[in-house]
């Protein structure tokens, strides 16, 4: 079976203390591609590769969208919407 293709993703950014430090550098030495990071609590909806929805069951929890930029990993928080 082959994997699907669109965007990478990565859960429980924020619950396990090296997980976010191990992904930016990654992301800053070329190992993986920029992608998005989820931390507990929130959920994205992608439709055709695009973010289309973040939304958080958890004040605070974010969607981070990670990049390489000028030679190290930037993140830029999505716009989220907070659920019941």
Do not use: C, K
């Not at 190992?31 to 990071?37: R, V």
């Not at 973010?51 to 989220?80: F, H, K, N, Y």
């Amino acid at each position: 079976m082959q994997a699907a293709q669109g965007p990478r993703a990565r859960p429980h950014y924020d619950s396990e203390p090296d997980r976010a430090p191990a992904y930016a550098r990654a992301i800053t030495s070329g190992a993986l591609p920029a992608g998005w990071a989820v931390d507990d609590g929130a959920a994205a909806l992608f439709v055709d590769g695009r973010l289309q929805d973040a939304v958080a069951r958890t004040p605070g929890a974010a969607i981070w969208r990670v990049e390489r930029r000028g030679g190290t990993a930037v993140r830029t928080a999505a716009s989220m919407r907070l659920i019941g």
